[in-house]
C-alpha cells in the first residue's frame, strides 16, 4: 500500500497565528495532490489540490516538492472556524482514480 | 443538486445479522466507493465502482459485498456483521475525466456498531 505520512498533531494555535502541516507520500508516480479538511462528526471535503509546484487560495497556500516526495499546507491568520481535521490525499497514480488518505492532522484554533 | 446522500445514517447490529448500506448520487458521476474511516487508521477503501455494473476490491474487501446496477446508486452489504466492522463508513464519488481532476465528494457517514 503507498504510504501517506503526516504530522501527528493535535496542533493548538491561537487565532491569528500562522500554522503549517506537513505530509511525506511514498508514490513517485503521483502527480496531483489534495488536502481535504474533515469537521468533527462530517465527512472529508475537498480544500484545494496542488499539481504543480504550489497553490494558493486566500489564507491558504499549499507547497509541493517533487524531488522530497513533500506537500505542506500553510494556513495564515488562523480562525476558529479553521478547527478541523486536515487530510494529506495522494493519488495511487498518475491520472488514478484511487486515493490514499493520510491519518489526518487535527487543528484547534483557541481564542 | 442533493449530492451524494447515505442511507441509513446510523445503525446497530448484533453479530452475524446482515444489513445493507445505501449510497447514491445525483451528479452522473462514474466512479463511486464505499470508505471506512477507524480511529486513528484513516480513511481506508473497501470496494468501488468504476461504472454501472462494474465493481472491484480496495484495500479491506473482507466481510463486504457490493453491487452497482444503476450508475447512481452503490450498495454496500455486511453479510454476518462482526465486531471489527463497528465504524464509520462513508460513500464517495468522482466524475471520470482528467479535467476534472480526482476530486471525490463524500456522502454524510453511516455510524455502524457491531456488538
Known amino acids: 500500500r503507498k504510504e501517506v505520512e503526516q504530522d501527528p498533531g493535535p496542533f493548538n494555535v491561537p487565532e491569528g497565528a500562522t500554522v503549517a502541516f506537513n505530509c511525506t507520500y511514498s508514490?513517485?508516480?503521483?502527480?496531483?495532490f489534495f488536502w481535504y479538511r474533515q469537521d468533527c462528526r462530517k465527512e472529508p471535503k475537498l480544500l484545494m489540490s496542488?499539481?504543480?509546484s504550489g497553490n494558493e487560495d486566500g489564507r491558504f497556500t499549499a507547497q509541493l516538492n517533487r524531488a522530497s516526495q513533500y506537500i505542506s499546507l500553510l494556513i495564515r491568520d488562523s480562525k476558529l472556524s479553521d478547527s478541523a481535521t486536515y487530510l494529506c490525499?495522494?493519488?495511487?497514480?498518475?491520472?488514478?482514480?484511487?486515493?490514499?488518505f493520510g491519518k489526518g492532522t487535527k487543528l484547534s484554533v483557541i481564542p | 443538486n442533493a449530492g451524494v446522500t447515505q442511507t441509513p445514517k446510523f445503525r446497530v447490529l448484533k453479530t452475524g445479522q446482515s444489513m445493507t448500506l445505501l449510497c447514491a448520487q445525483d451528479?452522473?458521476?462514474?466512479?463511486m466507493y464505499w470508505y471506512r474511516q477507524d480511529p486513528g487508521m484513516g480513511l481506508r477503501l473497501i470496494h468501488y465502482?468504476?461504472?454501472?455494473?462494474?465493481?472491484a476490491k480496495g484495500e479491506v474487501p473482507d466481510g463486504y459485498n457490493v453491487s452497482r446496477l444503476k450508475k447512481q446508486n452503490f450498495l454496500l452489504g455486511l453479510e454476518s456483521a462482526a465486531p471489527s466492522q463497528t465504524s464509520v463508513y462513508f460513500c464517495?464519488?468522482?466524475?471520470?475525466?482528467?479535467?476534472?481532476?480526482?476530486?471525490?465528494?463524500f456522502g454524510p457517514g453511516t455510524r455502524l456498531t457491531v456488538l
Open positions: 464517495a464519488s468522482s466524475y471520470f475525466g482528467l479535467a476534472k481532476g480526482n476530486e471525490q465528494f
Open positions: 508514490n513517485s508516480a503521483s502527480q496531483s
Open positions: 496542488v499539481y504543480s
Open positions: 490525499v495522494v493519488p495511487e497514480g498518475a491520472g488514478s482514480y484511487q486515493l490514499t
Open positions: 451528479m452522473n458521476h462514474e466512479y
Open positions: 465502482s468504476v461504472g454501472e455494473g462494474t465493481t
